[in-house]
């Protein structure tokens, strides 16, 4: 069953963003400072502090290219049921998510 409520999540979320191709709002400077401490503080317990990788995969531009962005907004927003991947919606929205995807895709900030 969570699966299933996971699968309908990503169609829904990939349908939302292929019907917005504008680029991510981007969030108030003070919340911006929050999110990257959030990503490199709770998402580098996992994936390393400088993202490059631990028990979950790296966070680099260079893996994270291969993927759709919309796929990568869903994993962060609604996590990998199954996996040790949490979702994080009860942290940020998920305009916020596509901003902090937006970012890695980037090469995440200091």
């Given at each position: ?54 028990l979950g995969p790296p966070l680099t531009p260079e893996i994270l290219r291969e993927k ?43």
């Amino acid at each position: 069953m969570r699966l299933l409520k996971f699968l309908v999540f990503l169609v829904s979320a990939r349908t939302a963003l292929a019907q917005n191709t504008s680029p991510p709002a981007q969030p108030a400077l003070e919340r911006q400072k929050q999110l990257v401490h959030l990503v490199r503080q709770d998402c580098g317990s996992c994936h390393g502090l400088s993202l490059k990788g631990g028990l979950g995969p790296p966070l680099t531009p260079e893996i994270l290219r291969e993927k759709p962005a919309e796929s990568l907004v869903a994993t962060i927003y609604g996590g990998r049921p199954g996996t040790p991947m949490p979702p994080w919606h009860r942290f940020l929205t998920e305009s916020e998510a596509e901003w902090v995807v937006a970012q890695l895709l980037q090469g995440f900030p200091e």
